[in-house]
Nanobody, 118 residues
Framework: QVQLVESGGGLVQAGGSLRLSCAAS????????IGWYRQAPGKQRELVAV???????NYADSVKGRFTISRDNAKNEVYLQMNSLKPEDTAVYYC????????????WGQGTQVTVST
């Protein structure tokens, strides 16, 4: 099992910045991808950013140039630096991880609220 705990969410003014953290514990070995999803009320959960085991990254078009994902393997943590925040970034942000144990298993954090005000 893998446990994921997010932190760093909160209320920020438009144009401001936040840094989200996700701490992974448990069977963190064999995690081949880890990243962030978000879900706004009444909307589908969408992929925000992901970083793979080879450190390649992928971002949603809506956040490219503003968000940066990174990871610290020694600490089993992943981060999402969010700059130039917009009201439309308001959502619950969920950390997720995928692990290979003969098949892929996905894990989800409880989520952290990000609210961008004007």
């Amino acid at each position: 099992q893998v446990q994921l705990v997010e932190s760093g969410g909160g209320l920020v003014q438009a144009g401001g910045s936040l840094r989200l953290s996700c701490a992974a514990s448990g069977s963190t070995f064999s995690i081949n991808a880890i990243g962030w999803y978000r879900q706004a009320p009444g909307k589908q959960r969408e992929l925000v950013a992901v970083i793979s085991s080879n450190v390649s990254t992928n971002y949603a078009d809506s956040v490219k140039g503003r968000f940066t994902i990174s990871r610290d393997n020694a600490k089993n943590e992943v981060y999402l630096q969010m700059n130039s925040l917009k009201p439309e970034d308001t959502a619950v942000y969920y950390c997720y991880a995928r692990r290979w144990v003969g098949h892929f298993v996905a894990y989800w954090g409880q989520g952290t609220q990000v609210t961008v005000s004007t």
